[in-house]
């Protein structure tokens, strides 16, 4: 299961690596294998034919162009690797690096060195996307959430806490995922939201920070202030604003204001990080692992430990949390490459599509895997994706109705 990640950023027109990033046991290419790589694309557009995926034995390599200017290449030796992850992989870190340093120096690469400089700046977002997380954000381009019991106390706190901080655009995040954000938060671009969040959750802790960004489709080449304030450590509140008003302005006359009355609930999210929902819920014992998709929303909520249980007090049978994330990841892949693919749409980038076997005619709304250590199901509506990961020992003739009642359960208990 174990695998090495190499990320290279080159300039198209000169070849120049701009910078290398990686993950797991891998070492720093030789320039010779870099030039190899680019060389075989920048080959097979000159004879009009579009590289986009290779694979060996133990390797999957994408390529791919943004703006006719940046070059990204990714190799994987990871287990989950696929197109759909490597390519959707490829669109979030040129999206973060327009986010930190903006469009126009992307596209106008009149000095490379400096260039390089300034992508320094986006190394820990980029490091994060690169890392297997408690979000999976990266992977369904949807945000990930935490549904507090406190929700609209917390709404309304945002609300009136944004108002007067003179914005339309603010969230409160734990640990990196959405408990509650403002209505123009939530028009944000799917990939915009994701990555601000990845940003927040990617960054040290810090009681306050005056960031500015670049929105990669609503603001490439004008930057924003990101304002962020830390209400208990893990929990952070943020803004989108312009020049005012000032972070100080805000830490000193607003935060303690607005937030000190609601410290309660704001612990009580904190709880709440690794089941994402209230553990009050009664799942079926058989779940180990649960990713729920509201569609129309881009929002999902994704655990591991869906009944709030430690692994040290798990069956010694039940998979590791790096397993079961790999599980879930690739279940993932399969149901929206295979069974459930999306509509293309100008806001969300067409599914890679496996072709079905000749006179497969219908459309199927729900699909299983069964394997030696562990079991999984998915379901789609026309709102929400749900998939889960079972024991192995769970029967698999059980498993719709497990699904079935599980997906009714948490969509009228869970307001999301």
């Known amino acids: ?49 579009l590289l986009t995926s290779t694979c060996t034995d ?37 999206g973060a690096m327009v986010l930190v340093i903006g469009l126009d120096d992307l596209v106008n690469l009149k000095n490379v060195e400096r260039l390089k400089r300034e992508l320094r700046a986006c190394y820990k977002l980029i490091d994060s996307l690169l890392t297997a997380s408690d979000w999976i954000g990266d992977l369904t381009l949807c945000v990930d959430c935490i549904v ?28 990196g995922k959405v408990v509650v954000a403002t209505e123009k938060w939530w028009r944000l671009a799917a990939q915009e939201v994701v990555l601000l969040t990845w940003l927040v959750g990617s960054l040290a802790p810090n009681s306050s920070r005056d960031y500015p960004i670049y929105l990669p489709q609503g603001s490439p080449t004008v930057p924003h202030r990101l304002l962020t304030f ?9 803004l989108l604003c312009g020049p005012t008003p000032s972070l100080q302005q805000v830490q000193t006359e607003l935060v303690e204001r607005f937030w000190n009355p609601v410290l309660e609930p704001l612990k009580t999210c904190l709880s709440l990080h690794q089941c994402t ?24 909520l994704f655990t591991l430990q869906p009944h709030g249980v430690e692994s040290s007090q798990l069956p010694a049978t039940v998979l590791s949390p790096e ?27 067409a599914v890679l599509l496996e072709e079905f076997h000749a006179g497969f005619t219908h459309s199927p709304t729900e699909c299983y895997v069964a394997a030696d250590d562990h079991k999984s199901y998915g379901i789609q509506t026309r709102q ?3 998939l889960l990961t079972f024991t192995p020992e769970t029967p698999t003739f059980t498993l719709r109705n497990i699904a079935t009642k599980t997906l009714n359960l948490l969509t009228k208990e869970v307001p999301f």
């Open 148 to 175: 507090s019991p406190d929700a609209a106390i917390l709404q309304e706190a945002l609300e009136v806490f944004v108002a007067a901080a003179q914005s339309n655009f603010g969230c409160l995040m734990v640990m």
């Open 58 to 94: 133990n390797t999957r390599v994408c390529w791919r162009v943004f703006r006719d200017s940046i070059t990204l290449i990714v190799m994987s030796s990871e287990e989950d690797a696929s197109d759909l992850y490597l390519s959707r992989l490829l669109d979030n870190v040129f």
């Open 384 to 386: 929400h994706q749900l």
């Open 277 to 300: 929902f209230p553990i009050c819920i009664p799942l079926h014992h058989s779940i180990i692992g649960l990713l729920l998709i509201n569609r129309e929303q881009n929002k999902n």
């Open 323 to 349: 397993r079961r994330r790999s599980v879930l990841r690739q279940f993932y892949t399969l149901a929206v490459s295979a069974y459930f693919p999306a509509e293309a749409s100008e806001d969300k980038p």
């Open 230 to 238: 830390q209400l208990v450590p893990g929990v952070d509140v943020c």
């Open 1 to 49: 299961m174990a695998g090495s990640v190499q990320l290279l950023c080159l300039a198209t027109n000169s070849g120049v690596p701009l910078y290398c990033r990686s993950k797991g046991e891998s070492r720093q290419l030789p320039f010779s294998v870099i030039g190899s790589l680019n060389g075989v694309h920048m080959f097979g557009s000159n004879q009009d034919v």
